[in-house]
């Protein structure tokens, strides 16, 4: 089966949402950035919007969306039912007190005499994990008699207002109390616990923190995040996402409780890819290790980290195949005929294009967590700079990632392209509103000059985003910067000059854009793609 137009482009402009209130376009850093592409589109293109949080998503009721949940349902062209549903549903049913691999690390703690460390982001987006699963691993071990458990405690600001780790970590010390087990043993910020891409000095940070006790020390997790708003390190990492690895400690001098050997640690994020390089840290018996980075260049990975303790690890979720750790709750079946795979099999050539913070989500998560492409699949990686803050460079490496898809596009050999452009999610991630303008204006571009490119070859293009972000840059609560997503719905827009008048319906959600790739090609998606075309 052959496309009728190709290429077709899918360009996801990430964190690009609609805010619809216009009483907050002050903040909307789309309206302030006045966009002329994203302009021409709304003037002259079918448009809709669609919803990408929520049960439209397979979350919970009224939890935002994110990258890579966005990614896989786009993907999988079908709503999948995330992994903190899946896990939230044996709380309820109560079999998550009975998992074989919780129920293990909780009984040789126990026949050790050792301790139960608790790790994992306190936070209340429920992006990367939420706070019912670490209530459920106290009160399991509070109910399997085990008194020495530990919290260490990770701070959000991210995905979550700026400063609102304070609030939380009191919720969770009156639970811990009402539980009758568990004290918060550190508190660190995920800048440095649930670093990504390779930045180890970070996650050493942090390892020396959970080992070592090689932090400040506090008195209480709420102090440790009270002091760090009154001095942040640097002007430009204010708020909990940056808070300094802090031991608490009773007596000022000796940490309440360190990561020694026969212990255990339980990690309770249900989401893989930012716990993996402390885990790691953890785990691997060789370590620093060479492993090939994104681009696939062999590198030397880690840190000079000296013997390591013995301890036993499970992590709630698998964070990687092959990770010599314990898994709670393992992934059910890969889906079947999702895009990646209905495209190769129809002997049809796909290329993704994504820097460095967004390169998993095309490829990893949008494939249903396989880590190989599918035949017939190109990868292109472009390495996003090496800043703290990408309020510093806007444009990241947005530039450079256009111009090795317009030379994609030339040589003419793909029939479908997805694109992601990381600047509107990462930089609105910041804060800053300015830099999301400036990020804004040099996707807008960028954008352009793609589609440009595309009408030259007779092809057509779908853009849209994975979820909102920068469309909300100030929190209408609190007046300080808003940095976490949003669940508003997102443009989608269909372009092209061969295709016919068209309109799109709407209700639609992320399951349907795939199907709506494959009819503006010409193809009939598969019998599994329970999501619809949004042509009418």
């Keep these: 089966m052959k496309p009728v137009v190709r290429p077709c482009i899918l360009i996801i402009r990430d964190g690009w949402g609609e805010n619809p209130h216009p009483d907050q376009d002050h903040a909307n850093a789309v309206k302030l950035a006045a966009p002329p592409v994203d302009a021409r589109l709304r003037a002259t293109c079918p448009f809709t919007l669609i919803r990408t949080s929520g049960l439209d998503v397979g979350l919970p009721d009224g939890v935002m969306g994110n990258s890579e949940v966005g990614h896989q349902n786009i993907g999988a062209g079908r709503i999948v039912d995330q992994e903190i549903v899946r896990i939230s549903k044996t709380i309820a049913d109560a079999s998550f007190f009975q998992n074989a691999e919780l129920v293990a690390a909780v009984e040789r703690c126990k026949a050790r005499s050792s301790r139960l460390h608790i790790m994992g982001l306190c936070s209340d987006a429920g992006v990367h ?61 995920r800048y440095w616990a649930m670093d990504r891409d390779y930045r180890w000095a970070r996650t050493e940070r942090a390892y020396r923190l959970y080992v070592h006790g090689d932090a400040e020390a506090a008195p209480s997790a709420v102090a440790a995040l009270e002091r760090y708003y009154a001095a942040p390190a640097e002007p430009t990492m204010r708020g909990d996402e940056f808070v300094t690895p802090t031991v608490i400690s009773d007596d000022g001098l000796t940490p309440r409780a360190t990561i020694g050997d026969g212990d255990a640690l339980v990690f309770f994020n249900f989401r893989g890819d930012r716990p993996r390089q402390i885990i790691k840290s953890f ?89 190989e492409p599918f035949p017939g699949e190109v990868r292109l990686l472009v390495p996003s700079p090496q800043v703290s803050t990408y309020d510093q460079k806007p444009e990241m490496s947005a530039l450079e990632l256009t111009e090795g898809v317009l030379a994609r596009i030339a040589d003419g050999i793909d029939d479908v392209i997805i694109l992601n452009y990381a600047n509107p999610d990462m930089v609105g991630h910041t804060g800053s509103l300015s830099a999301a303008v400036q990020a804004c204006r040099v996707v807008d571009a960028c954008v352009g000059r793609v589609l440009e490119a595309m009408a030259a070859r007779g092809g057509c293009a779908v853009v849209t985003a994975d ?47 795939m199907p709506t790739v494959l009819h503006l090609m010409g193809l009939e998606p598969p019998v599994e793609m329970t999501g619809r075309s949004l042509l009418m």
Excluded: W
Aim: hydrophobic fraction near 35%; charged fraction near 25%; glycine fraction near 10%.
């Design 283 to 371: 785990a691997l018996d060789t370590f620093p290790y060479r492993d090939t980075d994104r681009t696939g260049a062999m590198r030397e990975m880690g840190f000079a980290r000296g013997p390591r303790p013995d301890v036993s690890i499970v992590t709630l979720t698998e964070y990687e195949r092959g990770l010599p750790v314990r898994v709670a709750f393992l992934k059910p079946p890969k889906m079947q005929n999702i895009a990646g795979e209905f495209i190769s099999r129809l002997g049809l050539r796909q290329f993704r294009a994504a820097e460095t913070e967004k390169y998993a989500h095309v490829t990893f998560f949008f494939n249903d967590y396989r880590e």
């Design 467 to 513: 979820h909102g972000n920068l469309e909300q840059m100030i929190d209408p609560a609190t007046g300080g910067p808003h940095t976490a997503h949003t669940t508003y719905p997102v443009p989608l827009y269909v372009v092209g000059d061969r295709l016919p008048a068209t309109r799109l319906r709407e209700g639609g959600r992320l399951a349907d854009v």
């Design 129 to 189: 994990s939420v706070l019912e699963h670490l209530y459920a691993c106290v009160e399991l071990a509070a109910q399997r008699g085990l008194r020495q458990v530990y919290v260490h405690a990770i701070t959000d600001g991210r995905d979550s207002a700026p400063n609102s780790g304070v609030e939380i970590l009191r919720q969770v010390e009156a639970r811990l109390r009402q539980l009758g087990v568990g004290q918060v043993a550190s508190v660190c910020g």
